[in-house]
């Protein structure tokens, strides 16, 4: 029997995470997309055809009996609040299901938290360690030995060297690259296109190549 999933989120994020979820269903029929739960939009509007079910609160959330859920709120410089928002549900972390596109290659000795969502064409590479909530998007590749804390995310098209260390919350942006051995620091932002060759501080915002500091992911989050 397949097991009925709800996605914390919606349009954008969401919607990309459901069609991977549509294309399980279709290759395995491990999961079944019920609905989704979002503060700004009407109880019963059809997201992509599914229904939105309510608000995002812990009341709703411990509504649902033997449901999975998969959390979609990404924000770059809103994302503590949004992991603090996900930490006040109270759902326990076995309950979120982890949404892996079937052409995702993993290799040997991977260790997987919950609620890891994995893009197409994906590869983790051996003795990597994926934590909760990590998101990583298509096409991209994570080396071997590298460990990616949680609420990470890793957008399209990236290349993440062996032996990395990515510290919590950390956005690595499209098409960037990072070299063996570096540190990622904890909520910091690599710029789409980057090429990281030292370590990069937490709450750090770098850009270019070589990468380089142009600001604080911190600073912004307090301006707003």
């Not at 491990?30 to 019963?44: A, C, F, K, V």
């Not at 990622?184 to 915002?205: A, F, M, Q, R, T």
């Amino acid at each position: 029997m397949s097991k009925k999933v709800i996605i914390i989120g919606g349009p954008g994020n969401g919607t990309v995470i459901g069609s991977v979820i549509e294309n399980i269903a279709r290759h395995s029929g491990e999961y079944e997309l019920i609905g989704y739960l979002n503060d700004g939009i009407q109880r019963g509007t059809l997201i992509n055809g599914y229904p939105v079910l309510g608000p995002v609160q812990k009341d709703i959330c411990q509504s649902f009996k033997d449901v999975y859920f998969v959390y979609a709120l990404i924000s770059v410089g809103k994302a503590q609040a949004r992991v603090e928002k996900l930490k006040s549900l109270g759902i326990p972390p076995d309950r979120f299901c982890n949404i892996i596109h079937p052409s995702v290659v993993i290799g040997s000795e991977v260790k997987l938290g919950h609620g890891v969502i994995m893009m197409p064409n994906v590869v983790i590479s051996p003795n990597a360690t994926i934590e909760d909530h990590v998101q990583i998007y298509a096409n991209s590749l994570v080396g071997h030995d590298t460990s990616v804390a949680s609420y990470s995310f890793i957008a399209n098209h990236a290349s993440i060297g062996s032996k990395i260390k990515i510290n919590e919350g950390a956005h690595i942006g499209s098409n960037s690259s990072i070299v063996e051995g570096v540190s990622i620091g904890e909520w910091s932002l690599i710029g789409l296109g980057s090429v990281v060759l030292k370590d990069v501080e937490p709450y750090d915002k770098v850009v270019g190549n070589p990468a380089k500091s142009i600001g604080s992911v911190y600073r912004e989050m307090k301006d707003k």
